[in-house]
């Protein structure tokens, strides 16, 4: 029920700029997600303190391998609070100064779907039993990482009618590139994502 302050599309913190894609004023936190709100995260992460930020952040499963038998090595990069700058409390929660797999990212919005629980991803391959036989895939119990309510307000704050009796969850994710042999972003070039129900 917060509103938060967008500063209207333009906030400065630490002498660095920050932009948001429209000119927003006060935004719910369900707004923020749904306009992408690089400032109303920001502030939410403020809000939070470094402590929790991260703990929230890791409890997402960042540091650990994902994908059992997916022979996925790679884990996400987040540094413990002893080696932020002065910015990375308002730059983690809009994806800056951490990294995640896109199986961890997968993983994380299984928990959407599942209750607030959190599945690890895992490839199926198997040949068909004998008739009438059972056979059930073996996978990890899931982990729980929010509340039911919270993953049914998540569901319902990200949810997008495409068309009568259609819709979508998910939110789209759009990333600059590191400009080649230079500092700062290629506005030119982008990695997008899309991952949702």
């Given at each position: 029920?917060?509103?938060?302050?967008?500063?209207?599309?333009?906030?400065?913190?630490?002498?660095?700029?920050?932009?948001?894609p429209?000119?927003?004023?006060?935004?719910?936190?369900?707004?923020?997600?749904?306009?992408?709100s690089?400032?109303?995260?920001?502030?939410?992460?403020?809000?939070?303190?470094?402590?929790p930020?991260?703990?929230?952040?890791?409890?997402?499963?960042l540091?650990?391998?994902?994908g059992?038998?997916?022979n996925?090595?790679?884990?996400?990069?987040?540094?413990?609070?002893?080696?932020?700058s002065?910015?990375?409390?308002t730059?983690?929660?809009?994806?800056h100064?951490?990294?995640?797999?896109?199986l961890?990212?997968?993983?994380?919005y299984?928990?959407?779907?599942?209750?607030?629980?959190?599945?690890?991803?895992?490839?199926?391959?198997?040949?068909?039993?004998?008739?009438?036989?059972d056979?059930?895939?073996t996978?990890?119990?899931?982990?729980?990482?929010?509340?039911?309510?919270?993953?049914?307000?998540?569901?319902?704050?990200?949810?997008?009618?495409?068309a009568?009796?259609?819709?979508?969850?998910?939110q789209p994710?759009?990333?600059?590139?590191?400009?080649?042999?230079?500092?700062?972003?290629?506005?030119?070039?982008?990695v997008t994502?899309?991952?949702?129900?």
């Open positions: 029920e917060s509103r938060i302050t967008c500063e209207g599309g333009v906030w400065t913190y630490e002498g660095l700029p920050m932009r948001d429209g000119r927003y004023d006060e935004l719910t936190p369900a707004e923020i997600l749904q306009k992408s690089n400032i109303g995260m920001a502030k939410i992460g403020l809000l939070l303190g470094e402590g930020l991260y703990e929230a952040v890791a409890g997402w499963g540091k650990q391998k994902c059992a038998g997916l996925s090595g790679e884990i996400g990069i987040l540094h413990g609070t002893n080696r932020w002065k910015l990375e409390i730059r983690i929660p809009i994806g100064g951490c990294a995640v797999t896109l961890q990212l997968l993983r994380a299984s928990a959407l779907f599942n209750d607030g629980r959190m599945a690890e991803p895992t490839l199926i391959a198997a040949t068909r039993p004998a008739p009438g036989a056979w059930l895939p996978a990890a119990e899931p982990t729980s990482v929010i509340r039911p309510e919270t993953a049914a307000w998540l569901r319902a704050t990200l949810k997008k009618e495409l009568e009796g259609l819709s979508v969850i998910g994710a759009i990333v600059q590139k590191v400009r080649t042999g230079e500092s700062g972003y290629d506005p030119s070039r982008v994502a899309f991952i949702g129900g």
